[in-house]
Nanobody
Framework: HLQLVESGGGLVQSGGSLNLSCTPS??????????VGWFRQAPGKEREGVSC????????NYADSVKGRFTISRDSSRGAVVLQMNSLKPEDTGVYFC???????????????????WGPGTQVTVSS
């Protein structure tokens, strides 16, 4: 499995922005070939899909709750996947995880069962 690390979480006021990054632990790995998803889990709730990007960035997909506010993209200089989060709301609070799968796909859906390698997560807290 791939080893992933998330970064960029923190505390922000409602309406603010954060950029989360998902990077591979191994410097020799470039995530560009793998579908990568972002997921979040709030206390007492199930993990939910937020967004995903397919192999080689052919397509992206977003949960309805974040469409128009979040943008997923690849940072080719770091071999990373970035989730830009704008207009944050208190309901966006949770632990955010990135995940990848080694199956090359030109489409994706942020369904947890479709992803095999997971990072440890980073906390995002949005205050009202």
């Amino acid at each position: 499995h791939l080893q992933l690390v998330e970064s960029g979480g923190g505390l922000v006021q409602s309406g603010g922005s954060l950029n989360l990054s998902c990077t591979p632990s191994a410097l020799t790995v470039d995530l560009v070939y793998y579908p990568v998803g972002w997921f979040r889990q709030a206390p007492g709730k199930e993990r939910e899909g937020v967004s995903c990007i397919s192999s080689s960035s052919v397509s992206t997909n977003y949960a309805d709750s974040v469409k128009g506010r979040f943008t997923i993209s690849r940072d080719s200089s770091r071999g990373a996947v970035v989730l830009q989060m704008n207009s944050l709301k208190p309901e966006d609070t949770g632990v955010y995880f990135c995940a990848a799968t080694e199956t090359v796909r030109t489409d994706c859906a942020p369904i947890p069962e479709d992803f095999r390698s997971w990072g440890p997560g980073t906390q995002v807290t949005v205050s009202s």
